[in-house]
C-alpha cells in the first residue's frame, strides 16, 4: 500500500540509522514505519487510555485507511471528555466521526456529526463544517442540500461552492427540461415550458412569449416598444399577429419558426426586419409591411415557402441584404425559398415600376400597385 505522507500525533520516533541529514521522523511514508508507529500507539492505549491516546492511533487508523477502527476510537475518544465538552478534541473527534463515517458510506452519519460541529463550533468551525457538507452533497448529486448547506457568511472557497453548486443545479434542471422537449440545452431553440409570457419592468419590451401557448391569437400591448431577440421563437399555435403602431423595434428571429404563424401585419415605426425575423415559418402566407420599413437585414423571410403576397407600403424601396450562396452573393437570401413567380408583391401607388427596375425586388414576377 502507498501511504500518504502524514504526521503522527505522538513524539515517537522510527527505529533504524539515522541518515546524514535526519528527516523528520514522524512523517509517515511506507507501510513498515505505519505498523512501528501503530504499535507504539497501541502501548500506549492500553496503558494509558486517554482521549490523547485515542486521538494518536486513529490518526495512524485513518493513514492505513482503516476506516472501522479509525471511527471506533473516536466513538470511543468522545465518552472519555467532559460531557457536553465542545474543545478542541472534541471538534477533532466529531470531524474524525463525520469523515470516517462518510468514508464507510454511513452517510446519514456523517451528515449529522457535521451539522453537530456546525451548531457547537467555533466561527471557523462552523465554516469548515458546512462546506465540507456542501462538498459531499456536489459529490452526491444533492445540489440543492449543497446550497442549504452554505447559508450564512461564506469564505471565498465556500462563495466557489455556491456557484459551483448553483450552475449545476441550473444544468441539471436545463438537462430535465431537455428531456421533455427534445431540445438540448445551449441550443437557441431551449426553452422552459413553465415560462408565462415576459415583460421588462416598465411592461415596454416583450422579452418572451411561451412556445405552448395554445392561443391561435395575442393582443401586443401599446405599451410594447420593443420585440425582444427570439420573443415568439418556435411557438406552435399562433396563427395570426399584429404588430401595433407602438413597436418600433423588433429583434433578431423574434418569429423564428413559428410553425402555425399565417399572417403577419406590421404597423407603425419599425424602420428594419432584423436577421431571420421571420425564416422558417412554414406556413406564413400573407405579410404586411409599414410605410416605415427601410431595410431587411438577412434571411428574413427564408424558407416562407407558403408565401402568398407581401405588401409593403414603403415609398422608397426597402434595401435588401446580400449573403453569399454557393460562393456568389445572393440579394434575394432574405427571399430565399419564396417561388417569386407566385407570391404576390403589393406596393404603394405610383411605385411599381422603381419596385421591378430595383435589384432584389425584381425578381417578383408579380408585383402590383396598392
Not at 457536553?84 to 449529522?112: C, P, Q, V, W
Not at 463544517?129 to 459529490?139: D, I, K, Q
Request: glycine fraction near 6%; hydrophobic fraction near 35%.
Amino acid at each position: 500500500m502507498l501511504l500518504p505522507a502524514l504526521y503522527a500525533c505522538g513524539t515517537h520516533r522510527t527505529a533504524g540509522p539515522a541518515p546524514e541529514e535526519e528527516p523528520d521522523s514522524r512523517i509517515i511514508t511506507t507501510q513498515e514505519q505505519l505498523d512501528s508507529l501503530l504499535a507504539l500507539a497501541e502501548a500506549r492505549v492500553a496503558r494509558e487510555p486517554s482521549p490523547e491516546a485515542f486521538a494518536e492511533r486513529l490518526t495512524l487508523y485513518a493513514a492505513g485507511e482503516q476506516w472501522e477502527k479509525a471511527l471506533q476510537d473516536a466513538l470511543t475518544a468522545l465518552t472519555l471528555l467532559p460531557p457536553g465538552d465542545t474543545g478542541a478534541l472534541a471538534m477533532r473527534f466529531h470531524f474524525a466521526k463525520a469523515n470516517y463515517s462518510d468514508k464507510l458510506g454511513r452517510i446519514a452519519e456523517s451528515e449529522d456529526e457535521y451539522r453537530w460541529i456546525e451548531e457547537h463550533g467555533n466561527a471557523d468551525e462552523a465554516q469548515e463544517a458546512r462546506e465540507t457538507l456542501a462538498r459531499m452533497y456536489l459529490v452526491q448529486e444533492r445540489y440543492r442540500h449543497a446550497l442549504a448547506a452554505l447559508r450564512g457568511a461564506l469564505s471565498p472557497e465556500g462563495e466557489a461552492l455556491k456557484q459551483t453548486a448553483e450552475k449545476a443545479l441550473q444544468e441539471a434542471y436545463e438537462d430535465s427540461v431537455s428531456r421533455i422537449t427534445g431540445i438540448a440545452p445551449g441550443s437557441p431553440y431551449w426553452y422552459d415550458p413553465s415560462w408565462d409570457i415576459s415583460y421588462s419592468a416598465a411592461r415596454d419590451t416583450l422579452y418572451y412569449y411561451p412556445r405552448d401557448r395554445k392561443a391561435p391569437h395575442f393582443s401586443i400591448p401599446s405599451s410594447v416598444r420593443v420585440i425582444d431577440e427570439r420573443a415568439f421563437q418556435c411557438n406552435k399555435y399562433l396563427t395570426e399577429i399584429t404588430v401595433p403602431a407602438s413597436v418600433n423595434e423588433i429583434g433578431v428571429g423574434a418569429f423564428l419558426w413559428s410553425q402555425a404563424l399565417t399572417s403577419v401585419t406590421i404597423r407603425g415605426a419599425v424602420t428594419s426586419l432584423q436577421w431571420r425575423t421571420f425564416d422558417d415559418c412554414p406556413k406564413l402566407k400573407r405579410v404586411d409591411l409599414p410605410a416605415s420599413l427601410s431595410s431587411l437585414e438577412g434571411m428574413t423571410f427564408c424558407n416562407c415557402t407558403r408565401l402568398e403576397s407581401i405588401t409593403v407600403r414603403a415609398q422608397e424601396l426597402p434595401s435588401i441584404s446580400e449573403a453569399m450562396v454557393d460562393g456568389e452573393e445572393d440579394p434575394m437570401w432574405d427571399f430565399y425559398g419564396v417561388d417569386k413567380t407566385r407570391c404576390i408583391l403589393y406596393v404603394p401607388k405610383g411605385c411599381a415600376t422603381k419596385y421591378r427596375e430595383a435589384e432584389g425586388w425584381n425578381l417578383f414576377r408579380n408585383i402590383r400597385e396598392l
